[in-house]
Every structure is written in structure tokens, then in C-alpha cells.
């Protein structure tokens, strides 16, 4: 059974920080890896897909690499800003596209 | 892309009664989900929503509790049953188009 461990559960930096949110998977028998942002209360924002045979992708000031092989994805978000406060969710796609999401990292961005 | 709508985003319902959410996507998606997410957790798959056949439920859920309608291609509704408190959480839709799209969600609260 798949299990996503995302790491730090919480974590506040100052703006203008770079930082780096980790996600961890147990089975790397995956067909993609997609990182997520919600905000309090709402739905979920798709930030970046990586697909099983890609190692990094970028989107903006965002850019998110996946180790397979040792079961690792990270999100690194360049010069932080307020508005990038959010929980931020890394979900496994193993097949037939469900997703295994982890438990999300809760990002404060003080300015 | 898609552009989910979901409806309605928060409720607060009786015990015993039943609240019924609704999905619409902008485009036609094979497979519809219906996730969970109790306060402060991740979110866990309830079932996957097929057109023209029954929805597959994951472990723990089941259809008299959950019962899922897809008239075609863009719709899809999540009844929650027999509600009681424990029921109290965000419901979340999602489809897939080449990768996976979140509506925005509904608070249910049950008093």
C-alpha cells in the first residue's frame, strides 16, 4: 500500500526566502507525482505534474524534481513571497489515476 | 485544463438528514473521483465515478452511505447519508486531463 510522508509538517520563513518542502512515497512503482497548493477552506490548486520518467519540471519561481528510484520528490519556491502561504500537497499517481496525497506542509510566508 | 464547479461550497445539515453535492467539468472526462478530507487531514479517496456503470468505492466506503450518480460525461453527484457529525468535512471532486483538476470544494457541517 502506498504511503506519502511530506516533511516539514509546518514551516515559516521570512519573504524573499528560498525553501525546499519535501515528499516522500514508499512504492516507486508510480505513474506520476503532482504537487498541489490549498488555501484555508478551499479546493486544490494544481502547481506542477511530474510524470514517472521525468526528473525535474518548472513552473515560475516554482520547481519540482522527483527521485524515483529512491522515492523523493521536492518543491523548492524561489524568493518566497505572502502570497505563497498555503498548504502545500504532494499526491502519487500508481495507477488508474488515483492519487495518494500526503498530509501537507502548511507554509507561512512572514513579511 | 479543466474548470470544475462544485456545489454548493459549505452546508450545515441535521443529523439523520442527507446533502447531495454536485460536479460539473467544462469538458468530457472519463473518470470522476470523490475525496474526503476530514479537519486537518489529507485527503482519501471515497470512490471513482464511471459513466454508465457503478462507481468503485474504496476501502471503508460504501455506496448506501455514498451514493455516487454519472449521468454522462461532465457530471457527477456525491450523496452523503444518514448524516451524522463525523461526517462533518470538506468533500472534494477531481477529474483528470492529463493531469488531475480539483473543484473547489464543499464544507459540510452536521450538527
Known amino acids: 500500500k502506498q504511503e506519502v510522508t511530506q516533511i516539514p509538517a509546518a514551516l515559516s520563513v521570512p519573504e524573499g526566502e528560498n525553501l525546499v518542502l519535501n515528499c516522500s512515497f514508499t512504492?516507486?512503482?508510480?505513474?506520476?507525482l503532482q504537487w498541489f497548493r490549498q488555501d484555508p477552506g478551499k479546493g486544490l490548486t494544481s502547481l506542477l505534474l511530474?510524470?514517472?520518467?521525468?526528473r525535474e519540471q518548472t513552473s515560475g519561481r516554482l520547481n519540482a524534481s522527483l527521485d524515483k528510484s529512491s522515492g523523493r520528490s521536492t518543491l523548492y519556491i524561489a524568493a518566497s513571497q505572502p502570497g505563497d502561504s498555503a498548504t502545500y500537497l504532494c499526491?502519487?499517481?500508481?495507477?488508474?489515476?488515483?492519487?495518494?496525497f500526503g498530509q501537507g506542509t502548511r507554509l507561512t510566508i512572514n513579511p | 485544463s479543466a474548470v470544475i464547479s462544485q456545489k454548493p461550497s459549505r452546508d450545515i445539515c441535521q443529523r439523520g438528514t442527507s446533502l447531495t453535492i454536485q460536479c460539473q467539468v467544462d469538458s468530457q472526462v472519463t473518470m470522476m473521483f470523490w475525496y474526503r478530507q476530514q479537519p486537518g487531514q489529507s485527503l482519501t479517496l471515497i470512490a471513482t465515478a464511471n459513466q454508465g456503470s457503478e462507481a468503485t468505492y474504496e476501502s471503508g466506503f460504501v455506496i448506501d452511505k455514498f451514493p455516487i450518480s454519472r449521468p454522462n460525461l461532465t457530471f457527477s453527484t456525491l450523496t452523503v447519508s444518514n448524516l451524522s457529525p463525523e461526517d462533518s468535512s470538506i468533500y472534494l471532486c477531481?477529474?483528470?486531463?492529463?493531469?488531475?483538476?480539483f473543484g473547489q470544494g464543499t464544507r459540510l457541517t452536521v450538527v
Open positions: 511530474i510524470q514517472s520518467s521525468q
Open positions: 512504492d516507486s512503482a508510480i505513474y506520476n
Open positions: 477531481s477529474a483528470e486531463v492529463a493531469e488531475a483538476f
Open positions: 499526491a502519487v499517481n500508481g495507477g488508474a489515476q488515483k492519487l495518494v
